[in-house]
T-cell receptor
Framework: AQSVTQPDIHITVSEGASLELRCNYSYGATPYLFWYVQSPGQGLQLLLKYFSGDTLVQGIKGFEAEFKRSQSSFNLRKPSVHWSDAAEYFCAVGALFSGGYNKLIFGAGTRLAVHP | DTAVSQTPKYLVTQMGNDKSIKCEQNLGHDTMYWYKQDSKKFLKIMFSYNNKELIINETVPNRFSPKSPDKAHLNLHINSLELGDSAVYFC???????????????FGQGTRLTVV
């Protein structure tokens, strides 16, 4: 079955510390992977995406993610967290369904809190 | 310029009422979606339209009826609202024709529906 798992529901880091948010996916074909961020009361903004090629992808706001096929993972990282990074982070996989159309399957999200 | 806009942002209504949420995108995309985010922040697709044609209906109660008058608009009408309908509803769009999983979705700001 197609699914995305984000093992950490809630993570707290200190400002300036490094960050890694975990994402594991289950998908039968080549995965197309996304990380979105949702700030409080806001919609979802795309941070980065992986379709093919270099397994380390760079995104906005200093985020990067590494695709590891052998581990079915697409973890999000940031070397130094800022207080404004406090938000909910969602990993998603682009999935095909009947008719060949696509949809996003999301993980449950990880809430990031940042201590000053 | 807002790419995907939804109205209203907040909606508080009594059980049994009928309400609508409107969505418009100015990105020229051919595919639009409604996602529901529950109280635990879990995001799940409800509907998708491609070129005004319904292509996804994810076992949503038939009290929910989407309507797409044109490619740029996708509205959601909900009849006989129930307490369990309380959630944040997100509209999204993508250039997601057949076979294209490698396409990101752009999300609106969300509509927080509270049924009392």
């Amino acid at each position: 079955a197609q699914s995305v798992t984000q093992p950490d529901i809630h993570i707290t880091v200190s400002e300036g510390a490094s960050l890694e948010l975990r994402c594991n996916y289950s998908y039968g074909a080549t995965p197309y992977l996304f990380w979105y961020v949702q700030s409080p009361g806001q919609g979802l903004q795309l941070l980065l995406k992986y379709f093919s090629g270099d397994t380390l992808v760079q995104g906005i706001k200093g985020f990067e993610a590494e695709f590891k096929r052998s581990q079915s993972s697409f973890n999000l990282r940031k070397p130094s967290v800022h207080w404004s990074d406090a938000a909910e982070y969602f990993c998603a996989v682009g999935a095909l369904f009947s008719g060949g159309y696509n949809k996003l399957i999301f993980g449950a999200g990880t809430r990031l809190a940042v201590h000053p | 310029d807002t790419a995907v806009s939804q109205t209203p942002k907040y909606l508080v209504t009594q059980m049994g009422n009928d309400k609508s949420i409107k969505c418009e995108q100015n990105l020229g995309h051919d595919t639009m979606y409604w996602y529901k985010q529950d109280s635990k922040k879990f995001l799940k697709i409800m509907f998708s339209y491609n070129n005004k044609e319904l292509i996804i209906n994810e076992t949503v109660p038939n009290r929910f009826s989407p309507k797409s008058p044109d490619k740029a608009h996708l509205n959601l009408h909900i009849n006989s609202l129930e307490l369990g309908d309380s959630a944040v509803y997100f509209c999204a769009s993508s250039q997601g024709g057949q076979g294209r999983r490698n396409t990101e979705a752009f999300f609106g700001q969300g509509t927080r529906l509270t049924v009392v």
